[in-house]
């Protein structure tokens, strides 16, 4: 019985049922083990919520969402037409800035954070200091989310049906059109994925910021770094705290933005 | 009316259109008919301005439009593959022309019901197009391409993707559709036989060039060239002299004008038979017989015949 169990096909049907059920389990588990049981053991760690409604640790808050909103913003229209330019423009070096788009996941962030000081610090060769204000924040953030969005719609609009583009073209859609009417619904799915992966990364980064930010309270500390702070002060309730109170907020965000996406799709179910 | 004059285009050193001109006179529906890689989408695209020739100038009811985008052209267009709106109902897809030209909403209304009504497809219209058939699909294409009321429709391989039997049922509707409508058409396919059902001129093209235009019957009856005689049908080649099968008659007995051949294979097609036969010099042809023949002439597999053609053409070079 066992041998044979190899070489029986399986009914179609049962097939069928099977395997989800097999991979939904497989993908709670390891899901389980690998996301849910730390943010347990953080939750569970996390006392001293005072600490939460602090003016500083509200101001650290608030920052890290503002800017995390605004990066993936900037994101979405950037990303978008850097992988426009990719997939349907044809310019000497296009190899090259395709491999460039994926460096800052290759730096590793705190080395990102010491280039974005050098470059754009007191000493900056180009005169330009952002250093120890939001806009260097921001900069070092755009710096390490710029491959999401590029990433996620460049497959999608690699595989975008052109002849969409040429009936509505041949239905009286000029340039625009075409693009707010066609392309970017067919493409909006992704951008939108991207949106969320960029907003995500921007919420939790820590090395490109710790050094550009100069972690001043109320003007440019950020969560992360504000837990650091806390951690550093051995209060580490405290830090998870601020921990759960951000993750609780970014995982509504990227819930909404999976609803949002669902909607987009909906045409496909 | 349609009028491409000398159109050339190219793809690198490929050239796709060799000087191409065609006319297509308004109410007609006409056919482009050729092998793959012919270049019968490239001309019909060109004619949609969905490409630009290298030479050449397109005219639709008198007026040059070789330099307007598509957008400007009044053109309908067809594709082989929908090119539905994927994310759009079958409603916000057949009204996507009036939408975009901001037409109030009664009169979109209106015009959609009606089309859909046309196409059949009025319980459909919720649905998206990743919920249909392809036949549904097609129409869907059609009706979305007739909702702006286009000067001419171009519909390339409209029913290529579908199955034969969809296939004819939808030409025949397209047939209907087109003399209610009177649509100026223009119908690009690799089928002779859809060619020849459908439409009431074929101009047939090989290798980006054009070898004959003219109605169906007089394309089989007097075909201009070789390439076009084998196109529109079977034809058997003995030296330079064609024959088509049902030209082919058979004797049991020989008379002057006969030549002896033997009955290799019998192939039976309904109501028609195909009898495939060996000359006694080694060359092969196949005759179309009715079934009625086939048995009073109680023709068997490796039988003797006589073979006398009733109609035969010889092309001068
Ligand atoms: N965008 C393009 N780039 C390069 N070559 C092309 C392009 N479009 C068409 N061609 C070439 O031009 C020739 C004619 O193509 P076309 O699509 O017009 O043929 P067709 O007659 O429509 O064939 P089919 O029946 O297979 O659709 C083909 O050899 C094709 O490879
Ligand atoms: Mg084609």
């Known amino acids: 019985m066992a041998a044979n169990a190899g070489t029986v096909p399986a009914a179609p049907g049962a097939r069928r049922s099977l395997a989800p059920g097999l991979s939904i389990g497989l993908s709670t588990l390891y899901l389980s083990l690998i996301v849910l049981l730390p943010l347990a053991a953080l939750s569970w760690r996390a006392h001293g919520w005072g600490a939460v409604s602090t003016p500083q640790a509200v101001a650290a808050l608030r920052l890290t969402l503002g800017l995390s909103v605004a990066v993936a913003l900037v994101n979405a229209v950037f990303g978008t037409a850097i992988a426009w330019t990719l997939v349907r423009d044809r310019f000497v070096g296009q190899g090259f800035v395709n491999a460039l788009v994926d460096l800052p996941f290759a730096l590793p962030t705190i080395v990102a954070g010491l280039t974005l000081l050098a470059l754009y610090g007191p000493k900056s060769p180009v005169g330009i200091n952002a250093a120890f204000t939001r806009w260097g924040l921001l900069l070092a953030l755009l710096f390490v989310t710029l491959p999401f969005v590029v990433r996620t719609v460049q497959p999608v609009l690699f595989e975008l049906d052109r002849e969409m583009e040429d009936a509505a073209a041949s239905l009286g859609a000029g340039r625009v059109t075409t693009f707010l009417r066609i392309i970017l619904p067919s493409i909006l799915p992704a951008i939108l994925s991207g949106v969320a992966l960029a907003f995500a990364r921007a919420v939790g980064e820590f090395g490109a910021v710790v050094l550009i930010s100069g972690n001043l309270p109320f003007k440019t500390e950020v969560v992360s770094v504000y837990v650091l702070g806390r951690l550093e002060s051995n209060d580490s309730g405290g830090a998870a705290a601020a921990s759960v109170v951000i993750l609780l907020i970014s995982f509504g965000v990227l819930l909404a933005i999976g609803g949002l996406r669902r909607w987009v799709t909906r045409h496909d179910r | ?317």
């Open chain 2, 1 to 317: 009316m349609i009028e491409a004059r000398g159109i050339v285009k190219r793809f690198g050193d490929f050239t796709a259109l060799d000087g191409v001109s065609v006319d297509v006179p308004t109410g007609s529906l006409t056919a482009l008919l050729g092998p793959s890689g012919s270049g019968k989408s490239t001309l019909l695209r060109v004619v949609a301005g969905l490409e630009q020739p290298d030479a050449g100038e397109v005219s639709l009811d008198g007026e040059d439009v070789t330099r307007l985008p598509p957008q400007s052209r009044g053109v309908g267009f067809v594709f082989q593959h929908y090119a539905a709106f994927k994310h759009m109902t079958v409603w916000d897809n057949v009204a996507f022309g009036l939408t975009i030209r901001r037409r109030p909403r009664s009169e979109i209304k209106q015009r959609v019901t009606e089309l859909l009504d046309l196409v059949q497809l009025s319980g459909l219209a919720k649905r998206y197009p990743a919920q249909l058939s392809g036949g549904q699909r097609q129409r869907m294409g059609l009706a979305r391409a007739l909702a702006v009321d286009p000067k001419v429709l171009l519909l390339d391989e409209p029913f290529g993707a579908l199955d034969a039997r969809v296939r004819k049922e939808l030409r025949i509707w397209l047939r209907r559709l087109h003399d209610e409508t009177h649509t100026t058409t223009v119908i690009v396919t690799h089928d002779q036989e859809e060619a020849m059902d459908v439409a009431d001129r074929v101009v047939v093209m090989n290798a980006g060039r054009v070898e004959q235009t003219a109605p169906p019957r007089e394309l089989y009856d007097h075909p201009a060239n070789e390439f076009v005689m084998s196109f529109v049908g079977p034809v058997n080649r003995l030296g330079d002299t064609f024959i088509r099968p049902h030209d082919v008659e058979l004797l049991l007995e020989p008379n002057g004008s006969t030549q002896e051949a033997m009955v290799q294979r019998l192939v039976h097609l309904g109501f028609e038979v195909r009898v495939e036969l060996v000359r006694d010099d080694g060359e092969t042809l196949s005759a179309q017989l009715t079934r009625e023949q086939v048995e009073t002439l109680e023709l068997q597999h490796g039988q003797i015949v006589y073979v006398r053609p009733t109609h035969q053409t010889v092309f001068a070079d």
